[in-house]
């Protein structure tokens, strides 16, 4: 059974800095298709952020290109998300995903709160 566990989330003030970690338990993190994180802040919608396709590709949202930056570490079957130059918009509940064909699990998720 897939696990996905995310950590690292807390109080930032803008500018300032955080890394995710998203830590995968039953399936190695390179079998899966792709990887992701999504975030949902409150009263909206579940928005992507940063997606890893198998092998070196990565695809990013506007609001977050040239601030985050996705990466995995297969050794340590984790995936991270290094957030810099935060701003209070990044507020929200960030949540890690794996994908495999019609296949997608999701992790509980991990708060983010970026203060003026």
């Known amino acids: 059974q897939v696990s996905l566990v995310e950590s690292g989330g807390g109080l930032v003030q803008a500018g300032g800095s955080l890394r995710l970690s998203c830590a995968a338990s039953?399936?190695?993190?390179?079998?899966?298709?792709?990887v992701g994180w999504h975030r949902q802040a409150p009263g909206k919608q579940r928005e992507p952020v940063a997606r890893?396709?198998?092998?070196?590709?990565?695809h990013y949202a506007d609001s977050v290109k040239g601030r985050f930056t996705i990466s995995r570490d297969d050794a340590k079957n984790t995936v991270y998300l290094q957030m810099n130059s935060l701003k209070p918009d990044d507020t929200a509940i960030y949540y890690c995903?794996?994908?495999?064909?019609?296949?997608?699990?999701w992790g509980r998720g991990t708060q983010v709160t970026v203060s003026s």
């Open positions: 890893a396709i198998s092998g070196s590709y990565t």
């Open positions: 039953g399936r190695s993190i390179f079998s899966f298709s792709a």
């Open positions: 995903n794996a994908e495999n064909g019609a296949d997608v699990y």
